[in-house]
Each structure stands twice: as structure tokens, then as C-alpha cells.
């Protein structure tokens, strides 16, 4: 048996691959209650690798997708909404096992794309390993659900906020940048919080589906799993993953409260937004 | 399926195609989307059940049965779903063995885990040992449903509650004021009018319950997902019909399953609105009342 501080040695940084611990996860009657806390807790670092990436690109890329679909131009709205239709119209399930299979019949060496001057050569094998093909799933997938939040919000900006802007003679980017963005946040933040967390707990899709979890380093729910396999015990390792999750979603709920402090600075007290937390998970 | 699929290697594309699609294995494939369509067809009327039952409790005012809605409500809602997917039904599973272990082998005096092991007497194994294969797969189907119905019934408790409190207060006031008891009132006056409360709430938890379908496999049954990798994986010339890695076509279809599913549910949806608002105090209400006048 190991002790509780052997456990951390072994397996504290498993998740990230064989040369970072022991080469082996424990196994059968050897699982102590120790390996399971650390083991599962080392898999949280590729659930916060995935929801923080896919959250940062994700809101960039909404951004620009829900402008697209507030166009008046139908050639700019009309892809933007298929987009998001396709993307928050199926499961996120499906959606990792349909990349999957078109990311393993990219070829192996590499796409070359001649950009004129150079040619652009993309690693087209990275893209079958979860920690890149699987992210890639997860941004396009936090995007549409985003997008349509960022969407709803810019329609609903007060008329008299554009018209002030206006007044002010402002125009093109710099009106965008006072006052259609931060109006734009300021409305979708406390929908953009929960689709966070949401983003954050569908991180444990990852490995469920067909991308591999190469080395054994998987998140922490595939190493729940592998505890109630090995084990075939579910009530030690599923409340250890919730009680991880539940603390994940404290401190996602922490972040964004501070930044809706920063973005609704302005307004009297009283009249500032609460965030409120209204958890749906699957998506 | 057809009179000429007795030789495929020899058949020109469209025939090959016409006997590949109709092969016993795909004619199971299409029969689990069956399997999903009458697991929300089970599902939902089981969550909204739940769910009415859960919002009862939440109103109650006899604090155990208010202390129990509000810690189911809030615990399933507070942990990942897929938790507890994987989890009610095994947890249930060895809950059911262990009782029945209880009632049918008293005298058993092996302690029942024994290291990893879950080791119950044979008349407790539940299906009973020995049952038909579809015994099984049942089994396993309503495993999943019980554990559907109780993420989504906590779901569904949560709107079904918020729903009963916006019915305008005046209304309850005036039925207790004609001097309806408070359970007349909830039955008359509430209960027919919170639904159009309710639908936007409801609509969401539809779409959310038909995409979490899929997780049907995790749990090991054949289902859609299952057939698709199947059937999708490439087949060597040992098979009678060969064929590379089609597993991309196979998603691309329950892809396009799931969003017509989507916007079918949309427009259902939408219609059931116009018809629950006919006659009611809210804006939309008033607007039908004012076109038809």
C-alpha cells in the first residue's frame, strides 16, 4: 500500500503524461483512496487546459461570428446563422466522434496550402490527439453557443446608446469599440458565465468519445471512470469528480463575477446586474 | 433484402449499394433510431412527472418533503450531468441487488464487497440469472431511463416551480375570495394556466434531453452511436462487403438526425405556444386577441 504522499509523488502529475509520474496507474485491490483523490485531481489539468483555451479563441471568434449574424447583408448572415444553427443544433457527442472521423482521413504528412509567396504546411497529425483536435471541437462548439448569446445581446442594446454614439460623432470601429461592445458584454455576461461552466463540465466529453487518451493522461472524469471500472465501486469515485467540478465551477463563477464588477462599473449599486447561475449541462 | 444480393462482390455500384443499405446490420442501425425516438417518448412524460412531483414538494409547507425537493433539485443541478449518467445506474443496479440480496439469502454470511468484487447469491442477480438476452437489453434501457428521468426531472421540477408562482396572484385571491379551498384553487386556477409559464423553460430542457440521446452508448447499449462506429469502421474483403473508414458518412447522418430533430421540435414548439397563449393576460395573448377582434 501506498502512503498518501507516494500517491502524490506517483500519480500528482500523471495526467500529463508517463515520464511525469509512474508509468503505471494503480490497479485492482492496490487503488488506494489517496490515488484516487490525486489521480483524479491531476486529470483537472487538461479540463482547465481545454475550457480555458476553447473560452478565450471561443469569445474572439463569437464576437465576430454574432456581428456576422446581425448583418443586414444576407451573403454575411446567412452562413453565420448555419453556422451556429449546425453547431447548437447537435450534440456535442456527435460532434466529437464526426471531427474525429474527418481529422484521421486528413493525410498524414501535412496539408500544404500555397499562400503565393510561401507555402503554409499544417500539421494535419496533431489534429487526432485530443489536446488538439478535440480543442478544435470544442472552440467551433463554444462559438455558436456564444455567438447566439452575443447575438441576442446586441439586438437588445438600448436604441438610445447608439443614438448617443451617434451624437457624439462617432462612427465605424471606434463606435464599436465605446459603445456597441461593452453594451454587448454588459448584457450577455451573466448568459456568457453559465455557458462557461457549461463549456467547462462538457470538457469531460473529451475523452468519452473517439478521441484516444494516449499514455493513459486523460481529464479527470476518464480517471473516475477507470476507478469504477477497476473497481466497480461508484461511490467513492464519482463524488470525488463532482466535488472537483463543483469547485471548478465556484472559481469559474468567481472570475467572471469580478469582470461583470469591472464591465458594469459605471452604474449606481443598486441597479448593477447579479450573476446568477443557472446550470444546463448537456449540450 | 433483394432477389440479386446473394453475389455483392459482383454487382454494379447502385445494386451494391441498394443490397449494403439494406444488410441485416443496418437494418438494426435504423432500428435504434427507433430506440432513441421511444426513449424520449418515455423520458419525457417520466421527467415531467418527476418534475411535477419535485415542484409539489419544493411548494410544500411541511418542511421534510420541502427539505427533500429543494436537495434533489439543487444537488442534481449542481453536479455535471454525465456524472450521473454513469452513475444512477449502477449505483441503482447494485441498490436493487443488494435488497433483493437481503430478502432472498438471509443467511448468507460472506460479506458482499469483498475487496473490488460486488458478489450477491444467485437469486439476487437481477435480470435473473439465465434470462434471454433481451431481458437484458431492457433492463439496461430502463436503467437509463430511470437515470434520464431523474437529471431531467430536477430540471423540470425547477421550471414547473418557477411557472406556478408567475400565475398573477390576483387570480389565486380572487378563487379563494368565490371560497375555493387553497388545493381547489391550486387545481382550477394554477395548474391550467401555468403551462404557458412554463413551455419557454420546458422547449429548452426538450432540446437539451433529445442531445443528450447519445450517451445512451456510454451505458452500453446499442444504440445509434454504437451501429454507427460499427458499421462505419473499415471492412476487409473477408467481409461480404468491403469497404474503407465510412465512419465520417455515419456521423454526417446522425448529424443531419439530430438537427432535424432540432428544428422539428422548434416549430412544434412554437405552434404549442400560439395555442397555450390563446386567451391568456400576457403580451402575447393580447396580441392574438386584438388580431382576431
Not at chain 1, 447575438?151 to 469599440?177: C, M, N, Q, V
Not at chain 2, 437509463?144 to 430540471?155: D, M, Q, R, S, T
Request: hydrophobic letters at 50%; aromatic letters at 16%.
Amino acid at each position: 500500500m501506498r502512503t498518501c504522499l507516494e500517491s502524490l509523488q506517483g500519480y500528482g502529475l500523471r495526467a500529463l503524461g508517463r515520464q511525469y509520474g509512474e508509468n503505471l496507474l494503480p490497479r485492482g485491490l492496490d487503488i488506494t483512496l489517496c490515488d484516487q483523490i490525486v489521480l483524479i485531481g491531476s486529470g483537472l489539468i487538461w479540463n482547465i487546459y481545454f475550457a480555458a483555451i476553447a473560452i478565450v479563441i471561443g469569445f474572439c471568434l463569437a464576437t465576430g461570428v454574432a456581428l456576422a449574424k446581425f448583418s443586414q447583408n444576407r451573403w454575411i448572415n446567412r452562413p453565420a446563422s448555419a453556422f451556429v444553427f449546425i453547431f447548437r443544433g447537435s450534440p456535442l457527442f456527435i460532434q466529437f466522434f464526426f471531427f474525429y472521423a474527418l481529422f484521421i482521413l486528413l493525410p498524414r504528412t501535412g496539408l500544404e496550402i500555397p499562400l503565393g509567396f510561401t507555402t503554409l504546411t499544417v500539421n494535419t497529425s496533431a489534429l487526432t490527439t485530443a489536446q488538439v483536435g478535440g480543442l478544435v471541437v470544442l472552440v467551433l462548439n463554444t462559438t455558436a453557443y456564444s455567438a447566439e448569446l452575443f447575438y441576442g445581446a446586441l439586438r437588445s442594446i438600448p436604441k438610445g446608446d447608439l443614438e448617443a454614439a451617434d451624437a457624439y460623432g462617432l462612427s465605424g470601429f471606434t463606435k464599436f469599440r465605446r459603445v456597441v461592445f461593452p453594451s454587448m458584454l454588459r448584457l450577455a455576461w451573466p448568459s456568457y458565465t453559465n455557458e462557461a461552466i457549461f463549456l467547462t463540465h462538457s470538457t469531460t466529453l473529451v475523452f468519452l468519445s473517439a478521441f484516444p487518451a494516449r499514455q493513459q493522461s486523460g481529464e479527470a472524469f476518464y480517471y473516475a471512470r477507470y476507478f469504477v471500472d477497476q473497481t466497480f465501486n461508484p461511490f467513492v469515485a464519482y463524488p470525488i469528480v463532482a466535488a472537483y467540478f463543483v469547485a471548478l465551477t465556484l472559481a469559474i463563477i468567481g472570475i467572471f463575477a469580478l469582470a461583470n464588477l469591472r464591465l458594469n462599473r459605471h452604474l449606481p449599486r443598486e441597479r448593477r446586474q447579479r450573476l446568477r447561475f443557472r446550470p444546463q449541462y448537456i449540450r | 433484402m433483394f432477389s440479386f444480393c446473394t453475389d455483392p462482390s459482383s454487382l454494379p455500384d447502385w445494386q451494391w449499394f441498394a443490397c449494403y443499405l439494406t444488410s441485416a446490420t443496418h437494418l438494426n442501425f435504423y432500428r435504434a433510431f427507433g430506440v432513441v425516438l421511444l426513449l424520449l417518448a418515455i423520458t419525457a412524460p417520466a421527467a415531467l412527472a418527476m418534475g411535477m412531483a419535485g415542484a409539489l414538494a419544493l411548494r410544500s409547507r411541511i418542511p421534510p418533503l420541502n427539505w427533500l425537493g429543494k436537495g434533489y433539485v439543487n444537488i442534481v443541478r449542481g453536479v455535471p450531468d454525465i456524472v450521473f449518467f454513469l452513475f444512477v445506474p449502477i449505483a441503482l443496479g447494485q441498490g436493487i441487488e443488494w435488497v433483493l440480496h437481503q430478502i432472498n439469502c438471509p443467511d448468507w454470511d460472506q460479506p458482499i464487497r469483498q475487496g473490488n468484487d460486488f458478489i450477491v447469491c444467485r437469486d439476487a442477480k437481477m435480470p435473473p440469472v439465465n434470462s434471454p438476452r433481451w431481458v437484458y437489453d431492457v433492463y439496461g434501457f430502463f436503467m437509463a431511463v430511470i437515470a434520464f428521468a431523474l437529471v431531467f426531472g430536477a430540471f423540470v421540477a425547477n421550471t414547473l416551480y418557477g411557472a406556478m408562482r408567475a400565475v398573477p396572484q390576483a387570480q389565486v385571491e380572487t378563487a379563494e375570495a368565490y371560497g375555493m379551498t387553497q388545493r381547489q384553487a391550486f387545481r382550477r386556477i394554477i395548474l391550467p394556466q401555468m403551462w404557458v409559464y412554463a413551455l419557454p423553460g420546458l422547449s429548452n430542457i426538450w432540446q437539451i434531453l433529445t442531445k443528450a440521446t447519445p450517451l445512451l452508448f456510454l451505458l452500453g447499449i446499442q444504440d445509434i452511436v454504437y451501429w454507427a462506429r460499427e458499421l462505419g469502421g473499415q471492412k476487409t474483403s473477408l467481409f461480404t462487403y468491403p469497404h474503407p473508414d465510412w465512419r465520417v458518412w455515419y456521423f454526417l447522418v446522425l448529424l443531419c438526425f439530430y438537427l432535424t430533430l432540432t428544428w422539428a421540435s422548434e416549430r412544434a414548439f412554437a405552434r404549442l405556444n400560439d395555442k397555450l397563449s390563446r386567451g391568456q393576460a400576457t403580451a402575447a395573448g393580447e396580441r392574438q386577441r386584438k388580431a382576431t377582434s
